[in-house]
C-alpha cells in the first residue's frame, strides 16, 4: 500500500497540477477550502480539522494560501499566518514525517537584483504576502528543530501547468550548441 499524503490547497492551480504526479506514487488526500467531489473540506486556519485530517499521514504538502502579492494583512493572516501555523503544529502533533511548505520568491523579492542570493542568506520580502512566506519558512526551521518531523520549504518563482514554448531563436540556438563541439 502507497504511503499517505494529504495535499493543502488542491483545488488551486499548484495542487490540480501536481496532483496527478503524486498520485502516482502516493495514497494522496486532496483538501481546500471548499470541498468537492473529488477534494475534501478543509479550513487550515481550523487546528481541530487540521489534526483530525492529518491523523496517519506519512507526508504533509501544504499549498493552501492566499497567493496575492497585493493582498492585505487581513487578507494574508487567517490562511497564510494562521493557517500556516495550525498545519504545522498538527502534523507535528500527528507524527507526519515530512512536512512541505509552499513558500515563494516574494519572500526573496526586495533583494537588490545586482545581488546573488545564496541559501544562507536571510529573507528580504518586498511586501507582506512574502513577509508571510518568509515567516513560513521560520516556522518550517523551528518545527524542524524542535520535533522529529522533517521539514522542506519550497520557494516557487514561477509557476505554469505547461512548461513555456521556447523562442523560436532560443530553438535554433540550442540546437547548434547541442551539435557543435
Known amino acids: 500500500m502507497n504511503r499517505r499524503v494529504v495535499l493543502t490547497g488542491a483545488g488551486g492551480r499548484i495542487g490540480r497540477a501536481i496532483f496527478p504526479l503524486l498520485a ?29 485530517v492529518f491523523t496517519g499521514a506519512d507526508a504533509v504538502v501544504h499549498l493552501a494560501a492566499v497567493p ?15 493557517g500556516t501555523y495550525h498545519v504545522a503544529e498538527a502534523a507535528a502533533a500527528c507524527g507526519v514525517r515530512r512536512l512541505v511548505l509552499a513558500s515563494s520568491l516574494h519572500a526573496v523579492s526586495a533583494v537588490p537584483s545586482e545581488t546573488q542570493l545564496r541559501e544562507t542568506d536571510p529573507p ?18 523551528w518545527l524542524a528543530a524542535t520535533t522529529s518531523t522533517s521539514v522542506v520549504a519550497l520557494r516557487i518563482g514561477y509557476f505554469s501547468p505547461h512548461p513555456p514554448r521556447p523562442r523560436h531563436g532560443a530553438r535554433k540556438r540550442a540546437g547548434c550548441l547541442a551539435q557543435c563541439p
Do not use: F, M
Open 68 to 82: 496575492d502579492p497585493a493582498a492585505s494583512w487581513e487578507q494574508l493572516l487567517p490562511a497564510n499566518v494562521l
Open 124 to 141: 528580504r520580502p518586498g511586501n507582506l504576502y512574502g513577509a508571510t512566506k518568509a515567516w513560513a519558512e521560520a516556522l518550517g526551521a
Open 24 to 52: 502516482a506514487d502516493w495514497d494522496v488526500l486532496r483538501t481546500d477550502l471548499e470541498g468537492s467531489e473529488d477534494i475534501a473540506a478543509l479550513d487550515v486556519t481550523d487546528a481541530d480539522a487540521c489534526h483530525r
